[in-house]
Nanobody, 137 residues
Framework: QVQLVESGGGLVQPGGSLRLSCAAS????????IGWFRQAPGKEREGVSC????????YYTDSVKGRFTASRDTAKNTVYLQMNSLKPEDAGVYYC??????????????????????????????WGQGTQVTVSS
């Protein structure tokens, strides 16, 4: 059974840090891109970061550049999102999603395109259940 399970969300004060994990089971992450998407109440789901498992190429949306870092551990079949200097506007439900990508394509442009999709649910095959991130004093 294919499954993505997020963890690591919680309540943090502004300026604090959290590390989200996305553990995959039922398939290997090789030849996949993993996207981190967040959805705040009343807002569309937006791509925060997308990473190629093949070579680690990573895209970040402008609002998180320099603060968030995506990484992968293929041995654990897990992807992480380190979030530092959190702001109230970072709050929301964070989802990880996986989709197969060609290792022969340009990895950076591929993850950039995937993260910018306005309808990511149509592109990513697998989704986790989401983890809540609350940033508040």
């Amino acid at each position: 059974q294919v499954q993505l399970v997020e963890s690591g969300g919680g309540l943090v004060q502004p300026g604090g840090s959290l590390r989200l994990s996305c553990a995959a089971s039922g398939f290997t992450l090789d030849d996949h891109a993993i996207g981190w998407f967040r959805q705040a109440p009343g807002k569309e789901r937006e791509g925060v970061s997308c990473i190629s498992i093949n070579d680690g190429s990573t895209y970040y949306t402008d609002s998180v550049k320099g603060r968030f870092t995506a990484s992968r551990d293929t041995a654990k079949n897990t992807v992480y999102l380190q979030m530092n200097s959190l702001k109230p506007e970072d709050a929301g439900v964070y989802y990880c999603a996986a989709d197969a990508i060609s290792r022969f394509a340009d990895q950076l442009s591929t993850v950039q395109r995937m993260c910018r999709l306005t309808t990511p649910h149509t592109a990513f095959d697998y989704w986790g259940q989401g983890t809540q991130v609350t940033v508040s004093s």
